[in-house]
């Protein structure tokens, strides 16, 4: 059995963490909506951007849950590379939003450190699925 308990960990608190990163950020962005004057497009275009970052991140992390529990590396390797516009709207969300609260650039770098660590773990555990398969 090659399956990766500390990626398992990690994807298991990071979906946690997850749901109330989502959650907060949903809840911020109705906030700033009603206190903060927006650029017309711009709210609609964030709303969807977390919209699409919440669709990815799901279909990551579920894509990692089974490859990692089956030691399928095809699920792994796909979950790693969905890691990739997962990281690219949390970076765009910390730092080129219209208005950017400190709240959010401290749950931001919680879930980049999150996901830096599952791209180790799951890179580590592609290895060794693929060596041992």
Partial sequence: MKSSLALQLLLYLGSYYF?????????????????????PGNLLSEFLLLSLLAGVEVCRILSGWKGNLTENTTSVIVSLALLIPSVLSVVYILMFQSYVLRLEAILCCVQLAIQGLQLVFGTVTAAAFSKAG
């Fill in 19 to 39: 749901g109330c990163f989502i959650f907060i950020e949903f809840l911020l962005l109705i906030y700033k909506s009603i206190i903060l004057p927006y650029p």
